[in-house]
């Protein structure tokens, strides 16, 4: 299955590049969103492929660590980025409070689960803004919470046998003071 991403607001470069995620699903997206991705940067820079520029590049560039759902929503999230900056690219301030807000809505369509793909799919393709935004948008959901919620939050289970937990709560009984009700 091909996924062509859109171009609602062109960037500075109509090229594809054609990433495959592990899952085997093909993104053609535009160069200049590719780019934002470091480690498929550097993929070009150290094979010298000069056809990324040409706009004639037919390589595909293998994601193994990246699936196909988080790959798509870094791609949104990049593109509208990139549209964020490019249309107050002569006021900072607009800029910061058009992200800000774009973030709190692109938040509410994301599941709690999907925070720990799309920050690890970042992590990967080395894509620092989206990276330092999901690990804010976890910090932020996990804050003061009870290790049941952050258990549940992360989908694990506890390793401790039946009384480890509760004599380390005991003994450490200061640690889970002022956490708020999940």
Known sequence: MLNQSENPNPTSSSNKITLKTSDSEVFEVEEAVAMKFCTVKQYFDDENNNNVTSG??????????????????????????????????DNKKE????????????????????LTE??????????KEALDFFCRAVASAIQNKSVEYVRKFFGLESDFKPGEEEKLREEFA?????????
């Open 56 to 89: 004639t590049s037919t390589t595909v560039i293998p994601l193994p660590n990246v699936e196909s759902h988080p790959l798509a929503i870094l791609i949104t999230y990049c593109k509208k980025h990139l549209e964020i900056k490019a249309n107050n690219a």
């Open 95 to 114: 800029m910061e409070i058009d992200m800000e807000h774009y973030e709190r809505e692109f938040l509410k369509n994301v599941m709690p689960q999907e």
């Open 118 to 127: 799309l920050i690890l799919a970042a992590n990967y393709l080395n894509f």
């Open 174 to 182: 200061w640690s889970f003071e002022g956490v708020d009700e999940d």
